[in-house]
């Protein structure tokens, strides 16, 4: 693993036929909630396998690469400064991938403790309001479209 992390990252909505939406909070920033995120572990690190590895690192689902939706969709974002030192010098934007994964409702959590504290099912636009990242909220937002 690199000394630092790579300025792309995956965006995963993980969701239930019902349009419900796992958000799960930040141990470092309470009542910061999103989807899972995480940065590629190498630069080769192909974004379906940093979605799978990430899904299952901070929730505990395990998923096929089948059952994942790549959108397409790519947002550059400034870093937020307190974070900046994860990076290397001079880095200041991430390239965030979209993907969703559709679950059964009822699906069970694990999180991961060292990065998040709690988690809970909300209606997608509900969850969009919670969500401290503008590209998270968007997210959501653009659910609907992506799983017609």
Request: aromatic residues 10%; proline residues 8%; contains cysteine.
């Amino acid at each position: 693993m690199n000394a630092f992390k790579i300025p792309e990252s995956v965006l995963v909505v993980i969701h239930t036929p019902q349009l419900e939406v796992l958000l799960i909070e930040r141990t470092d920033n309470p009542g910061f909630w999103q989807s899972v995120t995480g940065s590629r572990d190498t630069p080769d690190e192909p974004l379906l396998q940093t979605a799978m590895r990430e899904v299952m690192e901070e929730t505990g689902i395990t998923a096929d690469a089948g059952q994942f939706v790549d959108w397409a969709v790519s947002n550059i974002y400034e870093i937020y400064p307190a974070w900046r030192r994860r990076y290397a010098p001079g880095v200041t934007h991430n390239t965030e991938h979209v993907f969703s994964l559709c679950v059964p409702q009822g699906t069970s959590v694990r999180l991961s403790p060292r990065e998040h504290t709690a988690w809970q099912w909300l209606p997608c636009l509900e969850a969009a309001d919670l969500c401290f990242s503008p590209s998270n909220a968007e997210a959501l937002l653009m659910l609907p479209k992506f799983i017609a």
